[in-house]
């Protein structure tokens, strides 16, 4: 396993995972320098990375605002879980990717490691 993590394009990744992308507006062209795995807030205020790809089960509106201020690249739904549309419409004026995909929170990394985005910068 790799050290340090790959730095890709979101719109590699994107493809490459078959995601969902819920957002109409968001730049999908940004780097992704690393993952980040929680469902708890206030861990991905504290841990989380800039340009980091946030994987949570969450749907609400406050994820937004916690990738807002963390300058994450996007935000990763497991499950196949949508989120509301008022959380849709707030990661589209914070320029925040919403992004599906049908795998749990496990299979999702392992992919993303293999992709050699790890959890480190």
């Known amino acids: 396993m790799k050290n340090k993590s790959e730095i890709m394009k979101l ?5 490459k ?10 730049d999908l062209k940004v780097d992704v320098t690393g993952g980040y795995v ?5 861990d991905v ?19 937004v605002a916690v ?13 196949g879980k949508k989120p509301a549309q008022e959380t849709i419409h707030k990661a589209e004026q914070e ?3 919403i992004l599906i995909s049908k795998l749990p929170a496990y ?5 993303l490691c293999k992709m ?6």
């Open 95 to 97: 320029n925040i990717p």
């Open 116 to 121: 050699g985005i790890s959890g480190r910068k």
């Open 45 to 63: 205020m504290a841990n989380a990375q800039s340009g980091n790809i946030w994987i949570t089960l969450q749907i609400h509106q406050n994820t």
């Open 67 to 79: 990738a807002t201020l963390k300058e994450l690249a996007g935000i990763i739904l497991i499950n």
């Open 17 to 26: 995972l078959n995601l969902t992308v819920e957002t109409k507006t968001a």
């Open 38 to 42: 929680s469902d708890l807030l206030s």
């Open 11 to 15: 719109n590699q990744i994107i493809e």
């Open 107 to 111: 299979e999702l990394i392992c992919e």
